[in-house]
């Protein structure tokens, strides 16, 4: 399964990329997040369906400070990503 989010508020410089990151790799899920220059957060999730269901919310929530306001997400094909990153 493959989802990609944006993630619009205040949600640079609040560790959102690490935090992604960091439960990408606990849940076993590939992929990648990055700032954007419109100031939101966008990331790429592939993995087994509930995984990446936990991504998505968690891009909903946010790290302890982030003021998500709302989150835009679209379903893809996977690509068969491996490992996740910080771009």
Do not use: C, K
């Amino acid at each position: 399964m493959r989802r990609r989010v944006v993630v619009h508020g205040y949600v640079q410089g609040v560790f959102f990329r690490d935090t992604t990151r960091r439960l990408a790799l606990e849940h076993g899920v590939a992929g990648w997040v990055r700032n954007t220059w419109e100031g939101t957060v966008e990331a790429v999730f592939e993995g087994p369906a509930e995984a990446v269901d936990r991504l998505v919310a968690f891009a909903h929530a946010g790290p302890r400070g982030a003021a998500v306001e709302r989150v835009e997400v679209f379903e893809e094909d996977d690509e068969g990503l491996a490992g996740f990153s910080i771009r």
